[in-house]
Structure formats: structure tokens, C-alpha cells
């Protein structure tokens, strides 16, 4: 698709917030008889793309879903070779962050992350705070039902310390709870390779999501791409449970 395809999305219609599930990194690296690895570094490249698209036409928040809880279940020099490359991409990034007004927001248990991952997306995060042309919700060791617990047990001791009432619990409490705060839910999620699934991805947040699955693979998720799944958003109507009309 050409830069003209850009002009097509009506800026008057744009989703707030996009999340993707960036999915088919190592199905990408197998198609082309590369290690699983190169699959990742090249997703990488795209998030980046995809940061690129989001500042041009002006999208305020982007949720990328860089490791799972589950993660952690893959072999150890994957999941080692994904944590150097996260630092390695913070370090790179960072000045360019900083140029592009892009704060970095992680999401997810952190504390769980390797002691060096940790100190380099503190050191983003703190650098980054004050900007606000585009909100990176980075999500590291992320669950949307883990982001749920952490929420509950937050609110619980409030509840047990007096300070919150049972009473004053409302939709915009839980809000209040939850990693994303005082964020525009997502407009659009996006997920690439195949899948059909949320995968524990911002659970609460995507209650009226609009959905766009594709099976082209991460690495090759372009502008193009990109352009396509906002296009396709903005055919949707959306109605929130009412009649639209
Ligand atoms: C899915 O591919 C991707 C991941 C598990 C997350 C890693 C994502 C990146 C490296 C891109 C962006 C990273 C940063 C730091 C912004 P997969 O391995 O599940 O692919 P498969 O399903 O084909 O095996």
C-alpha cells in the first residue's frame, strides 16, 4: 500500500488507543529458515514502524504486548535472548523517545523481570514522564487477569485501612486500579498471524473493543498494514450495547 493510502484515514475517526498482539515472530523465522531469534528482531524493527504510524497520524496511546506471563514458559536462551533485546531496544530508543515525545508506560508485573531489564525500563520510564505526544504501554510480564489481582489486592487494602468504601465501588474505581489508570480504553486491538484470541491481553479494558485479526505475521506487519487495519477500524460502527442509531 502507498504512502497515499495514508491520506485515506479520516484523522476525524482515528482510535484514541490501539493495542496489538504482536504474534508469528518465529513462524516468520521459520518460513525464511532463520533462527527463532531473527524472528524477534525484526518484530522489533515493526513495533518500532508501528510507533512511527502512531505519531504521524496521531494516535495518543499504543499498547504493545511484548511478553506474557506465559512467556516464561519458552526455553531459556529465548526468553534471555528476549530480555537482552529489550534492554538493548530501551537503550536504543530512549534519545529517540525523547525527540518524538513518547512516554514509555510499562504494564505488567515488573518485579519479576531480570534486575537489569528492570533497572533499564525504570531508567525509560523516568526519563520519558514528562512527555506526551504518544503513550507507549510497553507490557512486560503482563496478564490481564494477573493486572485484575494486582488491582483487587490494591483495592482490598484500602478497603481493609478505611480508606475505600464497598459502597463507592463503581467501573471507574477499577479503572483507577488498573496499570492503564486514567487511559482511553482501546478503540482497536490488533493481533497478527492467524490467531483469533485475546490471550489474556487488557482484559478490561477491551470490553468493547473493535477486533482485527490478520494473518499476515508480525515481521511482516508494515505501515502498510498498519494503514489497512485503521482503514478497516473505520468502516466499523460502533455502538457501545445501544442501537447506533
Ligand atoms: C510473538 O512471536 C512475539 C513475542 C513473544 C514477543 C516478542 C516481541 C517482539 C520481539 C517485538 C517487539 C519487541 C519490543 C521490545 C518492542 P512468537 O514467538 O509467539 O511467534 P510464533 O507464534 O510464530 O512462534
Not at 192 to 218: C, P
Request: charged fraction near 30%; glycine fraction near 6%; proline fraction near 4%.
Amino acid at each position: 500500500m502507498s504512502n497515499s493510502a495514508t491520506f485515506k484515514v479520516k484523522i476525524e475517526k482515528l482510535p484514541r488507543h490501539v493495542a496489538i498482539i504482536m504474534d508469528g515472530n518465529g513462524r516468520w523465522a521459520k518460513l525464511h529458515g532463520r533462527p527463532r531469534i531473527h524472528g524477534h528482531q525484526k518484530g522489533v524493527e515493526r513495533a518500532r514502524e508501528a510507533c512511527e504510524v502512531a505519531l504521524e497520524l496521531g494516535i495518543t496511546v499504543l499498547s504493545l504486548y511484548a511478553f506474557s506471563t506465559e512467556n516464561w514458559s519458552r526455553p531459556p536462551g529465548e526468553v534471555e535472548f528476549l530480555m537482552a533485546l529489550l534492554e538493548e531496544y530501551l537503550t536504543k530508543e530512549l534519545p529517540i523517545m525523547m525527540d518524538k515525545e513518547i512516554r514509555l508506560h510499562p504494564i505488567g508485573r515488573l518485579k519479576d523481570l531480570p534486575v537489569t531489564t528492570q533497572k533499564k525500563v525504570k531508567e525509560a520510564m523516568e526519563a520519558t514522564k514528562g512527555n506526551a505526544r504518544l503513550t507507549l504501554n510497553l507490557a512486560l510480564n503482563y496478564g490481564g487477569r494477573a493486572e485484575l489481582v494486582d488491582a483487587f489486592k490494591d483495592m482490598a487494602k484500602l478497603l481493609k485501612e478505611g480508606k475505600l468504601s464497598p459502597h463507592d465501588i463503581e467501573e471507574a474505581t477499577v479503572n483507577r486500579f488498573l496499570y492503564t489508570k486514567a487511559q482511553p480504553f482501546p478503540d482497536l486491538l490488533i493481533r497478527t498471524s492467524g490467531e483469533l484470541r485475546i490471550s489474556n491481553f487488557l482484559l478490561w479494558q477491551t470490553a468493547y473493543t473493535e477486533l482485527y485479526f490478520t494473518s499476515t505475521l508480525w515481521p511482516d506487519f508494515d505501515r502498510s498494514e498498519f494503514i489497512k487495519a485503521l482503514l478497516e477500524y473505520q468502516k466499523r460502527e460502533r455502538r457501545f450495547g445501544g442501537l447506533g442509531y
